[in-house]
């Protein structure tokens, strides 16, 4: 509704009032009274943290803010309605934590807090990466990668995800000389980690 004023006359849709000689009592809101709920606000309602150094959910609640249109700041008032999340902060996986807050005139607002757990660490290769081998043993290059050691901070052991993008040693196993193999790993938040895997065959002087 727009109003106007034109020489002390109050002009609201199409309805004209004139408050000459009214007062200050006459004019004062005699309508109902309005009393919203809080408004909860903090992190726009979505957070990212780190698998090896998760936040806590106090950390969290500290940068959550409850305003109400009477009270004020009534952030005291924040309570936790659900918590998904302070029992898998160190699970990879997407949480939700479900705050409430209450005014004096019982009004409550719920607020979602949805926290993603990421790991971002990529694996680490402990070795051994260079190997030695005969001409006359036909190792297969499976047999060198599986003693490889990698380690990673969410999957634990996983030697057994090495991928060889690159083999120059199996063509050439029965062959004298220094062969490369490209390879990499990754954790099962595919954090990639690349790396060379150097096999020297020599002549077998014993046959």
């Known amino acids: 509704m727009d109003i106007h004023i034109v020489e002390n006359n109050y002009y609201m849709s199409d309805v004209q009032i004139n408050i000459n000689g009214m ?6 809101y005699k309508g109902p009274s309005y009393d919203y ?10 957070y ?7 936040i806590s959910l106090n950390e969290l609640l500290s940068g959550v803010k409850a305003i109400d249109d009477v009270d004020g700041d009534i952030s005291k008032n924040i309570q936790v ?6 029992s898998n902060m160190n699970k990879v996986g997407n949480y939700k934590i479900v705050l409430e807050a209450t005014d004096s005139s019982q009004n409550t607002t719920q607020f979602s807090l949805n926290v993603s757990v990421i790991d971002t660490t990529k694996p680490v290769i402990e070795g051994p990466i260079t190997f030695n081998a005969q001409t006359t ?17 969410y999957d634990g052991s996983i030697y057994g995800r090495i991928v060889a993008t690159n083999d120059n040693y199996t063509s050439n196993r029965n062959t004298e ?9 990754e954790d099962s938040s595919k954090n990639r980690t690349e790396f060379v895997v150097t096999i020297v065959v020599k002549y077998d002087d014993t046959k």
């Open 23 to 28: 007062s200050e009592e006459d004019l004062k």
């Open 37 to 46: 709920s809080p408004v909860i606000s903090g992190y726009d309602g979505y």
């Open 48 to 54: 990212i943290t780190d698998v090896d150094d998760p």
């Open 81 to 86: 309605a659900e918590d998904n999340y302070s």
């Open 137 to 153: 043993e036909n190792k297969e290059l499976i047999y060198f990668l599986n003693q490889v050691k990698v380690t990673d901070n």
């Open 177 to 185: 000389g220094t062969y490369q193999v490209n390879c990499y790993v």
